[in-house]
């Protein structure tokens, strides 16, 4: 690491499995605000209250030793902990199925991690909104390059921040279309990084009311406050009603068959407040749903 950032360490006193635990901070293999370098370090850039600061975790012996460049270097340095899980709270959770006892039983470094801020997970979020992972992940990617900012430090590849909201509203029609952002999409966006500085207060009101604050925002429903609320603050609760695939994957890893949205909450019922908590561990599980037709064919809309 270079002399030039900021280094710290940390000792969790918990069992922690870093890669899974940020794995739903990754935006694909090329996502270029999450990268690992060859000796497995992760490298993460992203926007704070001071800046772009790039932050990078690596496990020595028992500690995670943090270094972290760039103006938003001291907020991602004093926010590892929490992100790596050390404000979550798995007590009280039962697991009512084999699958979820045995994933529990195999992960016990899996919790779930809070990154402490909205708008870059709420960008990615608006992004991945009725759409193939194949296309948010290309919007994400060029978006990303394009008007976000290059991330400071050492970094192991070409790597930058999500873009500001003040940058969002800078971005013309044309621009959003060649990245492939569709026009519901592009004025969800919009409409948030007008409110930016107000939605980051869901962090602090968390649960059910950070939520609510979330989806005051028009575009904003019920699946996007959820996603953000699982990363933001690390919600337990927060179930991504209305995703494509995991009413599937709930219904077939627990019940043997598939399921739709209303079916999966009277499943998951029983384990609240910690349904996305179950989710999450059916997820890491590697559990994958029967296909039984073709993958749906991304939309091009730089095409149109």
Not at 170 to 183: L, M, S
Request: charged share 25%; proline share 8%.
């Amino acid at each position: 690491m270079s002399d030039t950032g900021l280094l710290t360490s940390w000792q969790p006193p918990f069992p922690l499995d870093i890669p899974a635990l940020l794995a739903p901070l990754r935006r694909g293999a090329g996502d270029p605000a999450f990268q690992r370098d060859e000796l497995g370090a992760v490298w993460l850039v992203a926007n704070t209250a001071a800046g772009v600061g790039t932050l990078s975790l690596r496990r020595v012996g028992r500690e995670v030793v943090a270094g972290g460049w760039g103006p938003g270097a001291d907020e991602l340095l004093d926010g590892v902990p929490a992100l790596l899980g050390a404000e979550d709270d798995p007590e009280g959770f039962q697991a009512f199925h084999p699958i979820v006892a045995e994933v529990r039983r195999r992960m016990p470094g899996l919790r779930l991690g809070s990154v402490g801020r909205v708008w870059d997970v709420l960008f990615a979020a608006v992004l991945e909104q009725k759409v193939t992972g194949y296309e948010a992940r290309r919007s994400w990617r060029e978006l990303c390059r394009r008007f976000g900012t290059a991330a400071p430090g050492p970094v192991p590849a070409r790597m930058f921040a999500p873009p500001t909201p003040r940058a969002v509203l800078g971005i013309a029609d044309w621009e959003w279309h060649r990245a492939g952002v569709d026009g519901a999409r592009r004025r969800t966006l919009i409409n948030a990084a007008q409110v930016a500085h107000r939605l980051e207060g869901a962090v602090a009101l968390r649960g059910e009311a950070g939520r609510a604050l979330l989806r005051k925002v028009p575009g904003i429903g019920v699946w996007t406050a959820a996603e953000v609320a699982q990363r933001a603050w690390g919600d337990a609760d927060a179930v991504s009603v209305g995703d494509f695939h995991i009413p599937s994957i709930v219904g077939y890893a627990l019940l043997g068959h598939k399921l739709d949205d209303d079916g999966m909450l009277e499943v998951l019922a029983p384990y609240a407040p910690h349904r996305h908590r179950a989710v999450r561990y059916l997820e890491a599980s590697g559990f994958r749903k029967p296909r039984f037709g073709p993958r749906f064919s991304p939309r091009d809309y730089r095409s149109l």
